[in-house]
Each structure stands twice: as C-alpha cells, then as structure tokens.
C-alpha cells in the first residue's frame, strides 16, 4: 500500500482524537535546557524534581541492569552526574513517553508493550555494540519508542485493532502487514504522526517511520537497521505482545543485515548462534526491568 496514503490515514486518525496524551512539560523544559551549553546539574535537577512521577522513573531506569551502577543511586542528583548531562536528555524521553500512555485499558496490555519495547532498546544497544554503532544510547531509545504507533491502535482504535492481533494469531503474517490490510495505515504512520506533535528529534521520527523498512531511512539508516533486527529477535524470542509464536527469519534475507554489513564488515564473521544465546539472556532483564519500573511508585531523595 502507498506509504503517503497510509500517513494522510493515519493524519486523520490521530487528528481526530481530542484526548491525545502530551508529554509533560518538564520533560520539554529539561530537553529544551539542555541545549544551552552552561546548563549544570543543579538547574536540572530543580526542574527535574518537581516531576516526581518522572524523577522516580528515571531513578528505576538508573538502578536497572541497563546502566548496572555498582551501588544503588538514590539521589538524583547523583544520578545526573553518574549518567551525564548528555543522557539526561534520552531519559526525559523515554519516561514521558512511558508517562504519556500508562492507562492499562488497551487491546496490548501496558506490560507486553513495554517488555517488548524495553526488549527491542535492550537488543538494540547490544547489536549497536556489534557493529561499532558511535552512541548506545541512542539505540537504546530509538529501541523503546520504535512501536509508539501501536499504544495509539490499541487505546484509540481497540476493536478493529483487536481483530488485527486476532487475525496475526492464526494467518502466518506480520503485525505490520496485517494493520496496513486491516486498517489501511500501520503503527510506523500513526507513531511518526504522534512523535512529530510531540516535537521529537527527527532521526527518532524516522526510525519509529522506518523500522519495518530500514532501506527507506535516510537519515541514519543504520539505527533503523539495528531496531528492525532487534526487533525481529524480539519477537523470536516471545517479547512480541503474547503475538503469534509461528515467526522466524533468516538473518541472511533481512535487508536490515545487509545495511549493518556494508556499515560493518566485521559482522560477517559473527556467530549467529551464539549470538542469539547473547541476546537470550537479556529476557530476563527485560522483564524485571519492565516490572520494577511499573510496580513502584516509591519517593526519591533530591
Ligand atoms: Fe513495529
Ligand atoms: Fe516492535
């Protein structure tokens, strides 16, 4: 199907829901602040915490075995500076998108999307790691808000979505494929409409654009590259929203392999095997991750 017409669909769908969630203004505020040069941790910080919702995630996602600090951190302030002012700014994304969309009333529940969303960063930051890719963490985030768009068809349009994930579960065809049939636009349109409203940077717009079809990126394509794969690991490897468990791949056929092998000759070599079993033991992560992060609403210290 014709990709403007699936985005002027999805145009219209999201245009037509008055109650669309925002990001809180903190988080605009703290991405806006971290242009300025000058900017210190202290001013950060301020702002920070007078989000506490925001600030206790950002604590969850510290402590998580993603950033494996040696001793818990349970001040924020010694988080930024453990972090960095530079990944701050990733952070106020990713937990105001996981703010944005925390009403468990969709046709995904809320755990299945984020394990699978945090599964996808988790794999991404590892494939980034293998081809030599200059910033994990940006991998890492494009990971976790790659299906943006699905939050939206499983709050917004429940029904005819669920009649998509029923149809995935017995025809041996893809999520993706299945929406642009079903629905007549997919969750790459529908997400890429809803990261521009909400002022996202553009190489994220793309690859939440391009992640089913990393040839079309033209921006960075190889970050659209490494979150189709991980995405395709993903879904292998049951973090795939309970979805159908018929899927398989051939590394050798994804077009994303071939983008990551003319970036990074060396990924000839790799054994695919061992690989996997890499990846394998990150779903244990994954899920403690995902439930630490949903099942505590504990205060932080300043
Ligand atoms: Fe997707
Ligand atoms: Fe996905």
């Not at 703290?30 to 702002?47: G, K, R, T, Y």
């Not at 636009?185 to 809803?194: D, N, P, Q, S």
């Amino acid at each position: 199907m014709d990709k403007n017409l699936m985005l002027e669909r999805a145009e219209i769908l999201v245009g037509a829901v008055d109650d669309l969630p925002t990001i809180p203004v903190v988080a605009t505020q703290v991405i806006q602040m971290l242009d300025d040069p000058d900017v210190s941790v202290e001013e950060i910080a301020d702002l920070m915490l007078t989000d506490q919702v925001m600030t206790a995630r950002v604590m969850k996602l510290i402590n998580s075995p993603v950033y494996k600090p040696a001793h818990e951190i349970t001040s924020l302030r010694r988080a930024l500076v453990y972090l960095g002012l530079r990944h701050i700014r990733e952070l106020a994304l990713t937990t105001s998108v996981i703010g944005a969309f925390d009403a468990d009333s969709g046709a995904i529940g809320l755990n299945l999307f984020w394990e699978h969303s945090f599964g996808v960063g988790m794999v991404s930051k590892i494939i980034a790691r293998k081809v030599g890719y200059e910033d994990l963490e940006k991998a890492y985030i494009a990971g976790i808000i790659h299906d943006l768009g699905e939050v939206f068809l499983s709050n917004y349009l429940r029904e005819p979505f669920q009649e998509v994930l029923d149809k995935i579960k017995s025809h041996p065809i893809k999520l993706v494929d299945a929406e642009a049939d079903m629905l007549g636009t997919t969750h790459c349109e529908i997400g890429l409409c809803i990261a521009r409203k909400w002022n996202f940077p553009e190489v994220y717009c793309e690859v939440i654009s391009c992640h089913h079809n990393p040839g079309r990126a033209t921006i960075d394509p190889i970050l659209s590259a490494i979150v189709n794969l991980a995405d395709l690991f993903c879904t292998v490897r049951e973090l795939n929203y309970g979805g159908s468990q018929w899927i398989s791949f051939n590394l050798n056929e994804e077009e994303a392999w071939s983008i990551l092998k003319k970036a990074s000759p060396a990924l000839a070599q790799l054994d695919e095997e061992r690989f996997c079993y890499e990846l394998d033991d990150a779903v244990p992560d994954v899920k403690e991750l995902v439930a630490s992060i949903f099942n505590s609403t504990e205060r932080v210290n300043p």
